[in-house]
């Protein structure tokens, strides 16, 4: 059993595979917001050097989102025209629990967040609970960074380390490290993920997706479908409009 994992959320878009046993392959693009141009010769790339074709996959799984509306858009897109064209089962996966399988061996509280520009942020916590198994601190939204700030502050144990992953880590570092300073005495250890984990990794997908097919969650292409949690700046503005 092979699953296509596609991941078109983040600035950089990658694939994987990934098989029953659990062993994973991905393929990466460097170029930013370059999805369109790039997701299928990426397929072909990935699946060619691992000796496989088309034929070899059972399910196609996607990162269904938060983060870039357009990234997302091609994400399910491609993910529900290839599941058409080969008459596959899709998986859908929840972009910014996937960032659990970036460190699946940290202690922690995992807090993506995603920049989602007027200080707001789409973001979530969560931790591992031991034997592959973990809980959500935070539920997965799009908040006002000094919302999701104060959901965490209310949700962690003291003296548990919190590490903040995704883009919005470059635009509200600074913010982050004042409200540990002056909220919290330093009672909660911050850190920022490495470059090499920091940002959303088709193979987390790919790892996540596996966990939902073994729940038996997988589901109709024509019930797949992108999660925004926010309308778009066009849509906002035409409602403030009318």
Same mark, same amino acid.
């Given at each position: 059993?092979?699953?296509?994992?596609?991941?078109?959320?983040?600035?950089?878009?990658?694939v994987a595979v990934?098989?029953?046993?659990?062993?994973v392959f991905m393929e990466g693009s460097?170029?930013?917001?370059?999805?369109?141009?790039?997701?299928?010769?990426?397929?072909?790339?990935?699946?060619?050097?691992? *000796?496989?074709?088309? @034929?070899?996959? $059972?399910?196609?799984?996607?990162? &269904?989102?938060?983060?870039?509306f357009t990234g997302i858009r091609i994400g399910v897109s491609s993910a529900r025209a290839l599941a058409?064209?080969?008459?596959?089962?899709?998986?859908s996966v929840p972009t910014l629990k996937s960032f659990l399988y970036n460190v699946p061996e940290y202690k922690g509280v995992i807090c993506p967040i995603f920049d989602a520009r007027r200080s707001q942020v789409y973001g979530g916590a969560y931790r591992?609970?031991?034997?592959?198994?973990?809980?959500?601190?935070?539920? *997965?939204?799009?908040? @006002?960074?000094? $919302?999701?700030?104060?959901?965490? &502050?209310?949700?962690?144990?003291?003296?548990?380390e919190i590490t903040f992953f995704g883009d919005g880590i470059l635009p509200y570092r600074e913010q982050i490290i004042e409200w540990q300073r002056s909220s919290l005495n330093d009672n909660i250890r911050v850190r920022f993920a490495e470059d090499g984990v920091k940002l959303q990794k088709a193979s987390s997908v790919a790892r996540l997706a596996?966990?939902?097919?073994?729940?038996?969650?997988?589901?109709?292409?024509?019930?797949?479908?992108?999660?925004?949690?926010?309308?778009?700046?066009?849509?906002?503005?035409?409602?403030?409009?009318?």
């Open positions: 059993m092979n699953i296509l994992a596609i991941e078109t959320t983040g600035a950089e878009a990658s990934i098989d029953d046993k659990g062993e460097d170029q930013k917001l370059n999805h369109l141009q790039n997701l299928m010769p990426m397929v072909h790339t990935l699946l060619t050097k691992r *000796g496989m074709t088309i @034929d070899d996959l $059972e399910y196609i799984a996607v990162s &269904e989102g938060p983060g870039s058409q064209a080969m008459d596959l089962e899709t998986i591992w609970i031991g034997d592959g198994e973990f809980t959500e601190v935070v539920p *997965g939204a799009a908040y @006002d960074l000094h $919302e999701l700030l104060e959901l965490l &502050e209310a949700a962690v144990q003291p003296k548990q596996l966990e939902i097919y073994r729940a038996g969650a997988v589901k109709s292409l024509y019930d797949l479908k992108p999660v925004y949690m926010r309308k778009a700046e066009a849509e906002r503005k035409l409602e403030g409009k009318a």
